[in-house]
Nanobody
Framework: QVQLVESGGGLVQAGGSLRLSCTAS????????MGWFRQAPGKEREFVAA????????DYAVSVKGRFTISRDNAKNTVYLQMSSLKPEDTAVYYC????????????????WGQGTQVTVSS
Protein backbone atom coordinates (compact mmCIF):
# COMPACT_ATOMS: atom_id res chain seq x y z
CA GLN A 1 0.00 0.00 0.00
CA VAL A 2 1.21 3.51 -0.73
CA GLN A 3 0.48 6.78 1.06
CA LEU A 4 0.36 9.99 -0.94
CA VAL A 5 0.92 13.55 0.24
CA GLU A 6 0.33 16.54 -2.02
CA SER A 7 1.89 19.96 -1.66
CA GLY A 8 2.38 23.14 -3.65
CA GLY A 9 -1.13 24.51 -3.84
CA GLY A 10 -1.93 28.13 -3.20
CA LEU A 11 -3.37 31.36 -4.54
CA VAL A 12 -2.17 32.62 -7.92
CA GLN A 13 -3.34 35.22 -10.39
CA ALA A 14 -4.75 34.24 -13.75
CA GLY A 15 -1.94 33.61 -16.20
CA GLY A 16 0.40 32.51 -13.46
CA SER A 17 2.02 29.17 -12.70
CA LEU A 18 2.17 26.65 -9.89
CA ARG A 19 3.86 23.31 -9.44
CA LEU A 20 2.15 20.64 -7.41
CA SER A 21 4.08 17.77 -5.90
CA CYS A 22 2.89 14.42 -4.64
CA THR A 23 5.27 12.31 -2.60
CA ALA A 24 4.64 8.64 -2.00
CA SER A 25 5.74 6.35 0.77
CA UNK A 26 7.23 2.95 0.06
CA UNK A 27 9.93 1.50 -2.14
CA UNK A 28 7.96 0.47 -5.21
CA UNK A 29 6.87 3.86 -6.51
CA UNK A 30 7.95 3.08 -10.06
CA UNK A 31 5.38 0.29 -10.22
CA UNK A 32 2.54 2.77 -9.70
CA UNK A 33 0.87 4.67 -12.47
CA MET A 34 -0.11 8.07 -11.12
CA GLY A 35 -2.85 10.51 -11.86
CA TRP A 36 -3.92 14.01 -10.94
CA PHE A 37 -7.58 14.83 -10.49
CA ARG A 38 -9.38 17.94 -9.32
CA GLN A 39 -12.70 18.83 -7.76
CA ALA A 40 -14.26 22.26 -7.75
CA PRO A 41 -17.05 23.20 -5.33
CA GLY A 42 -20.34 21.68 -6.41
CA LYS A 43 -18.74 19.69 -9.20
CA GLU A 44 -17.67 16.11 -9.66
CA ARG A 45 -14.07 15.06 -9.45
CA GLU A 46 -12.47 15.26 -12.88
CA PHE A 47 -9.38 13.87 -14.52
CA VAL A 48 -6.46 16.20 -15.13
CA ALA A 49 -3.44 14.13 -16.11
CA ALA A 50 -1.88 10.69 -15.75
CA UNK A 51 1.53 9.16 -16.16
CA UNK A 52 2.80 5.61 -16.45
CA UNK A 53 5.13 4.06 -13.91
CA UNK A 54 8.21 4.66 -16.03
CA UNK A 55 7.08 8.15 -16.97
CA UNK A 56 7.17 7.30 -20.64
CA UNK A 57 3.46 7.69 -21.28
CA UNK A 58 1.32 10.65 -20.29
CA ASP A 59 -2.28 11.63 -20.84
CA TYR A 60 -4.11 14.91 -20.31
CA ALA A 61 -7.61 16.24 -20.13
CA VAL A 62 -8.46 18.42 -23.11
CA SER A 63 -9.02 21.38 -20.81
CA VAL A 64 -5.42 21.40 -19.59
CA LYS A 65 -3.49 20.05 -22.56
CA GLY A 66 -0.75 22.44 -23.54
CA ARG A 67 -0.89 24.25 -20.20
CA PHE A 68 -0.17 21.51 -17.66
CA THR A 69 2.67 18.99 -17.60
CA ILE A 70 2.80 15.84 -15.52
CA SER A 71 6.16 14.31 -14.70
CA ARG A 72 7.73 12.05 -12.11
CA ASP A 73 11.02 11.41 -10.38
CA ASN A 74 11.02 7.80 -9.26
CA ALA A 75 14.24 8.27 -7.31
CA LYS A 76 12.38 10.82 -5.16
CA ASN A 77 9.05 8.94 -5.08
CA THR A 78 7.42 12.10 -6.40
CA VAL A 79 5.04 13.02 -9.18
CA TYR A 80 4.63 16.63 -10.28
CA LEU A 81 2.01 18.71 -12.00
CA GLN A 82 3.41 21.87 -13.54
CA MET A 83 0.53 24.24 -14.21
CA SER A 84 0.96 27.28 -16.44
CA SER A 85 -1.35 29.87 -17.95
CA LEU A 86 -3.73 29.24 -15.10
CA LYS A 87 -7.35 30.28 -15.43
CA PRO A 88 -9.99 30.96 -12.77
CA GLU A 89 -11.76 27.79 -13.89
CA ASP A 90 -8.70 25.79 -12.78
CA THR A 91 -9.64 26.61 -9.19
CA ALA A 92 -10.21 23.35 -7.34
CA VAL A 93 -8.81 20.92 -4.82
CA TYR A 94 -6.19 18.87 -6.65
CA TYR A 95 -5.65 15.24 -5.72
CA CYS A 96 -2.97 12.81 -6.73
CA UNK A 97 -3.84 9.16 -7.05
CA UNK A 98 -1.97 5.93 -7.59
CA UNK A 99 -2.65 2.52 -9.05
CA UNK A 100 -0.64 -0.62 -9.66
CA UNK A 101 -2.61 -1.26 -12.81
CA UNK A 102 -2.40 0.68 -16.05
CA UNK A 103 -2.72 4.47 -15.94
CA UNK A 104 -6.25 5.69 -16.51
CA UNK A 105 -8.38 8.80 -16.77
CA UNK A 106 -11.03 7.18 -14.57
CA UNK A 107 -10.95 7.93 -10.86
CA UNK A 108 -12.30 4.49 -10.00
CA UNK A 109 -9.12 2.92 -11.37
CA UNK A 110 -7.10 4.47 -8.56
CA UNK A 111 -7.34 2.90 -5.08
CA UNK A 112 -4.82 5.23 -3.46
CA TRP A 113 -5.45 8.93 -2.94
CA GLY A 114 -3.83 11.89 -1.27
CA GLN A 115 -5.65 14.38 0.92
CA GLY A 116 -5.71 17.10 -1.74
CA THR A 117 -4.23 20.56 -2.07
CA GLN A 118 -6.19 23.72 -2.81
CA VAL A 119 -5.42 25.74 -5.93
CA THR A 120 -7.15 29.08 -6.26
CA VAL A 121 -6.76 31.22 -9.38
CA SER A 122 -7.91 34.81 -9.10
CA SER A 123 -9.08 36.83 -12.08
Amino acid sequence: QVQLVESGGGLVQAGGSLRLSCTASGRTFSTYAMGWFRQAPGKEREFVAAISGSGGITDYAVSVKGRFTISRDNAKNTVYLQMSSLKPEDTAVYYCAGTTTYYSSHARAYPYWGQGTQVTVSS
